[in-house]
Nanobody, 119 residues
Framework: QVQLVESGGGLVQAGGSLRLSCAASGRTLNDYRMGWFRQAPGKEREFVSSIGWTGPITYYADSVKGRFTISRDNAKNTVYLQMNSLKPEDTAVYYC????????????WGQGTQVTVSS
C-alpha cells in the first residue's frame, strides 16, 4: 500500500510559478515510480511527468518540457513538481500517483490539488 498526499496548489498569474509536493508513505517505496498527472475541466486526465525513487530518469509531457521540473527528496519521501512560466492552459487538478515497477498502470493516487493560472 502507498498513501499519497499532494499540496502546493493555488491561484497564480500567467508567467508565475508554483511548486507542488507529494508526500508518500509505504513500506517499499523504492519499488514504485512516481508520476504527476493533471485533469482540466471537460478533459481527460493526462500525464505530466514521472520519476523513480532511485536513478536519474525522468519523463515529461511535451507540453511542459522546459517549464516543469520533477524532483524527489528520498529522506522526506516527497516528490516535487516545480512549475515555472505557467500558462492558463496549465489550469487543472494535479494528481500524484504511484506505479509499481515494472508495471504499467498507476495504482495509487492522491486526492489532487487545484492549480489555477489566470491570464
Amino acid at each position: 500500500q502507498v498513501q499519497l498526499v499532494e499540496s502546493g496548489g493555488g491561484l497564480v498569474q500567467a508567467g508565475g510559478s508554483l511548486r507542488l509536493s507529494c508526500a508518500a508513505s509505504g513500506r517499499t517505496l523504492n519499488d514504485y515510480r512516481m508520476g504527476w498527472f493533471r485533469q482540466a475541466p471537460g478533459k481527460e486526465r493526462e500525464f505530466v511527468s514521472s520519476i523513480g525513487w532511485t536513478g536519474p530518469i525522468t519523463y515529461y509531457a511535451d507540453s511542459v518540457k522546459g517549464r516543469f521540473t520533477i524532483s524527489r527528496d528520498n529522506a522526506k519521501n516527497t516528490v516535487y513538481l516545480q512549475m515555472n512560466s505557467l500558462k492558463p492552459e496549465d489550469t487543472a487538478v494535479y494528481y500524484c500517483a504511484a506505479r509499481k515497477i515494472p508495471g504499467t498502470s498507476y495504482d495509487y493516487w492522491g486526492q489532487g490539488t487545484q492549480v489555477t493560472v489566470s491570464s
